[in-house]
C-alpha cells in the first residue's frame, strides 16, 4: 500500500525558505505516468495547489506562487522535496503531499503543519 | 483561471438522510472534476473522480454526476462516518489545479 509521509521543520522566520520533503513508500516514484505534487491548507480555510514533480525532473507550479517554488525529485531515496522562498505568515498552513495520477490526488499525506512566525 | 464554488457552504442533515452537495465551474471543464471527504486533522481522501467514478474502497452510497459547468456529489444514507467537508478539484487546467471551498456537512 502505498504511503506518504511529510518531514521537515515546523516553524520558519518571515523572508526565510521552507523546506519540506515527502517520502514515498511501498511503491516506486519512478513509476511511469505518476506526478506527485504539494498542496497546502491554511488553518480553517480550503486547498490549494502548489506544484507537481515528474520522476524524470518535469515540472509546472501554481502560477501564483511560481516565483517562490522549487519541487525537486530524489529518485534514489524515493523522496520529493518542496522549497518556498520568501515565506511570509500567508504561508502558515499545513502542507500535503500527494501522488497525482492522470488528474486527481490519490494517496495524501497526513499533512505537516507550517508556521511562519519570527 | 478557472474558478470553483460550491453550495451549499454549510449543511446539517441526520442519520439517513439524501445529501447533495453543488460544484460548478466558471467555465466548461467537461468531465475533469474530483470529489474529496476531508475529516477534523486528517488529510483529503478522494471519494470520485472524473466526475462519476467512484474511488476503490469508497461506500456505493456516495455518487457524482454532471458534466460542463455543474455537478454533484450525493450521499444516498447519511452515516455517521459521513459528516466531513467535502471538496470538489477541476482537473480540467493541467497548468492551474483548483478546488472548490468545500461544503462542512453537519450533524443537526
Known amino acids: 500500500q502505498l504511503q506518504l509521509q511529510e518531514s521537515g521543520p515546523g516553524l520558519v522566520k518571515p523572508s526565510e525558505t521552507l523546506s519540506l520533503t515527502c517520502t514515498v513508500s511501498?511503491?516506486?516514484?519512478?513509476?511511469?505516468?505518476?506526478?506527485w505534487g504539494w498542496i497546502r491548507q491554511p488553518p480553517g480555510k480550503g486547498l490549494e495547489w502548489i506544484g507537481n514533480i515528474y520522476y524524470s525532473g518535469g515540472t509546472y507550479y501554481n502560477p501564483s506562487l511560481k516565483s517562490r517554488v522549487t519541487i525537486s525529485v530524489d529518485t534514489s531515496k524515493n523522496q520529493f522535496s518542496l522549497k518556498l522562498s520568501s515565506v511570509t505568515a500567508a504561508d502558515t498552513a499545513v502542507y500535503y503531499c500527494?501522488?497525482?495520477?492522470?488528474?486527481?490526488?490519490?494517496?495524501w499525506g497526513q499533512g505537516t503543519l507550517v508556521t511562519v512566525s519570527s | 483561471d478557472i474558478q470553483m464554488t460550491q453550495s451549499p457552504s454549510s449543511l446539517s442533515a441526520s442519520v439517513g438522510d439524501r445529501v447533495t452537495i453543488t460544484c460548478r465551474a466558471s467555465?466548461?471543464?467537461?468531465?475533469?472534476l474530483n470529489w474529496y471527504q476531508q475529516k477534523p486533522g486528517k488529510a483529503p481522501k478522494l471519494l470520485i473522480y472524473a466526475a462519476s467514478s467512484l474511488q476503490s474502497g469508497v461506500p456505493s452510497r456516495f455518487s457524482g454526476r454532471g458534466s460542463g459547468t455543474d455537478f454533484t456529489l450525493t450521499i444516498s444514507t447519511l452515516q455517521p462516518e459521513d459528516f466531513a467537508t467535502y471538496y470538489c478539484?477541476?482537473?480540467?487546467?493541467?497548468?492551474?489545479?483548483?478546488f472548490g471551498p468545500g461544503t462542512k456537512l453537519q450533524i443537526k
Open positions: 478539484q477541476q482537473s480540467y487546467s493541467t497548468l492551474m489545479y483548483t
Open positions: 467555465q466548461s471543464i467537461s468531465s475533469h
Open positions: 500527494a501522488r497525482h495520477k492522470m488528474a486527481w490526488f490519490d494517496p
Open positions: 511501498g511503491g516506486s516514484i519512478s513509476t511511469a505516468n505518476y506526478y
